[in-house]
Each structure stands twice: as C-alpha cells, then as structure tokens.
C-alpha cells in the first residue's frame, strides 16, 4: 500500500502585534496555518504534517486553498511517494505543487509552496519515526548537532517606548539566557538610533548587538549608517537596502568592515545566487538568512544550500530569519550557524518546544519525532484545531 495524502487544509490565522520595524508594522499581520493529512495511523492516531508561514509576509490562504493544495490532492499518489511506497517523498510533492508554474517573479507563491512544503516534511519525518534534524543529516550522510545557536530578536519600534524599556527588554534576554540580542533601526532619526544603540551597549555589557534596517535605507542612508555605526562592535549589519539592490549592498563593503547579514526577503535559490554573485558578501565575515518558509519549503533551501556552497560559503555562514522550529531542525541536520528567536513575539507560532532552555545562546533539540510542534503545547493545540 502506497502512503497518501488524504486532505490538506489551511486555516489564516491572525499573529498581530502593536510594533513596527522601519518598514513595517504588524497590526495586520497574518499566518497560514496549514495540516497535511495522510492515511498512515500509528497508536492509533492519523499522522498529520504541519505548517505555518514563519512570519513578515501575509496568510496563503488564496494560492494553498485555489492552486497549490488541490494540485496535491489530484496526483496520483504513487507519484507523491517514494520507491518503496512506504513515506512520502517530498521533492516529488513539491514536483506536483510546482507543476505549470512559469520560472522567476517568485512573489509570495514561495510563502504558500514553503507553508506546505514545512508540513510535507514534517508529516514525512513523523512516518519514518525520527526527528527531522535526525533524517536530514541521514540523508546528507551528515553528523546531526542537536546544540544549536539561537539570538533573541527584538529592539521593535512601538508608541511610547522610551530607551528605559528598550534596556528593561534587552535585560530580559539576557537573563533568559541569550548572548547575542538584535533590535530594530533605520525607524527614527539616525542620532536616535545612536541613542538607542549606545543604551544598549550599555546594558548588555559583555553580550553582543546586531542591528536590522529592514531594507530601508537608499545608498546614502545605508553609507551614514555604515558610518555611525562601524563606531560599535555591533555582531552584524542587517539588511541595510532594498533586498535586490545587489549594488547598494557591494557598495556598502567599502564603508562597513565589520560583518553584514541578509537574504530573509529572497526566496528562490536563483535570488540566493544572484546575492552570492552580485552584492558583494563576504564568506569570512557575512551571514545569509534565507527563511525555508517563505522561500518554497526546505526542497529549494537544500538548493540554496547548495549554490552557497558552490560559491565557497560554508553552512556555518546561514543563520535563517524567522524564529520557527523548521530552521532550527534545518541548522541542526545540516550544520547551519543557528537561527532567529523571538523571545517576547509571534507565539504560539516562534520559539521552542517546552521545556527547552537556553544557555550561553544555545539550545538542545528534544528528539522528537518530525519538526517537534507536539512538545510545544500552545503551538500543537492551534494546530490540532486545524487538523480535526
Ligand atoms: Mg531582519
């Protein structure tokens, strides 16, 4: 008997919250919860892979619901299996998903294809009976590492936050056991912004800070903050430009010694070599953060992974944006230098299962079978809505 997949739903759900980057804010913002069904039962319970789109783009709703799960639930289930019929095979599912989809212009259909695909392996990972950062490492003939480096991201504009409680909120990583903290910049006058970092250092002490424009800046910008802020021993510079503006991001190397971070709003495998290419990014310092979610699922990131590594850039060089339990058991299958937290924001979808502390920046992946969502409780009960 051949695995199949019998049902895939969506649900969007609302993952709002009052603060703003400099781009953006996120009154509005939404997610695509996503249950994959399959026919496997095991105690006597149906084996169902989930999904949710990370966060920063909006729910798929229309594509999953109108294009991308009907093209799923009307292949032939031989097709979305592997060889022995026993598992799914996710490169072929996300085949059928992808077929008669014209190449480039990748939109936001990558958000819906990467929402599927983040369930596809789960429900794939949960029927072989391991850990998916256990499976993966099998796969690439790979050591799995379950420490896996993780910093708090936070430092968020919102109405009437005063450098007081920017400190009081970088404290609270601290003590929570994060080394490394991230906060917003590029949403106030550039001497605020010096006043916000300079409060930070000074709390933080030891602790590092890394700084996030969110694709603001214009070339000048981004070269007066390079300015102001190669003054700090700041862990990184992240995402000064526009996310294509591979020139912007060359240019800045000039001016910016010290290390630079993006690629969260890049999401094929073609944008990921064009920024390897073009943008002048340096594998002894720089980092990557390219998001599986929102870029067509962990079958294109093993792509990406692998055009960072035909570019001379080691796995140790990505640390994936968006803070879910998908990237954390990528980094630890297959050698990434860590992932983004969100201490404080986006729950119950971010964060870790229970139980799961963190030291010195680190954390230990339980073995849980598939991506992990039963042992984080808040998380798995929204999902088990979705699925039943
Ligand atoms: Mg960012």
Redesign the pocket.
């Known amino acids: 008997m051949t695995v199949r997949i019998i049902d895939v739903r969506e649900v969007t759900k609302p993952i709002a919250s009052p603060i703003r ?1 400099a781009y953006i804010d996120f009154t509005k913002m939404t997610t695509s919860l996503v249950a994959v069904a399959t026919d496997v039962v095991r105690d006597g319970r149906r084996i169902v892979g989930y999904g949710f789109n990370s966060n ?1 783009r909006y729910g798929q709703g229309g594509l999953i619901r109108e294009r991308f799960a009907p093209r799923i639930l009307e292949a032939d289930p031989g097709s979305l299996a592997n060889e022995a019929g026993d598992n799914l095979d996710p490169d072929r599912v996300w085949a059928a998903m992808m077929q008669n989809e014209k190449p480039g212009g990748h939109g936001e259909r990558s958000v819906a294809v990467g929402t599927i695909d983040m369930a596809v392996w789960d429900a794939t990972a949960k029927i072989s009976g391991k850990p998916l950062f256990r499976l993966l490492a099998e796969r690439h003939g790979l050591e799995a590492d379950p420490r896996v480096f993780v910093y708090a ?1 936070g430092g968020y504009y919102y109405p009437g936050k005063d450098l007081a409680q920017l400190r009081a909120e970088m404290r609270g990583y601290l003590d929570r056991g994060y080394t490394v903290v ?1 906060m917003k910049i590029g949403g106030a006058p550039i001497e605020e912004d010096r006043r916000r970092i300079e409060a930070v250092l000074a709390e933080i002490g030891e602790a590092r800070l890394a700084v ?1 424009a ?2 603001r800046f214009d070339l000048e910008t981004a070269i007066q903050y390079a300015k102001m802020l190669r003054d700090y021993p700041l862990f990184w510079y ?2 000064a430009g526009d996310p294509l503006d591979y020139a912007l991001q060359a240019a800045l190397a000039e001016f910016y010694p010290r290390p630079m ?2 690629g ?1 709003n890049l999401f094929s495998h073609q944008d990921a070599r064009n920024l390897l290419r073009y943008a002048g990014m340096r594998p002894d310092r720089d980092w990557l ?1 390219f998001d599986c979610a929102l870029s067509y699922g962990l079958c294109e990131y093993q792509r990406t992974l692998g055009v960072v590594k035909a570019a001379g850039w080691s796995p140790r060089r990505l640390i994936p ?1 968006g803070g879910h339990q998908m990237s954390l058991a990528i980094a630890a299958g297959l050698g990434l230098g860590g992932n ?1 937290s969100y201490p404080d924001l986006f729950q119950p979808y971010g964060g870790f299962p229970d139980g799961v502390a963190v030291e010195d920046s680190h954390i230990a992946m339980p073995e849980l079978p598939g991506i992990g969502f039963e042992g984080k409780s808040d998380l798995i009960a929204a999902m088990h809505k979705v699925a039943e």
Do not use: I, L, R, S
């Open positions: 980057n920063g991201a991230k996030d969110n694709g992240e995402e971070a993006t969260e953060q944006h983004e």
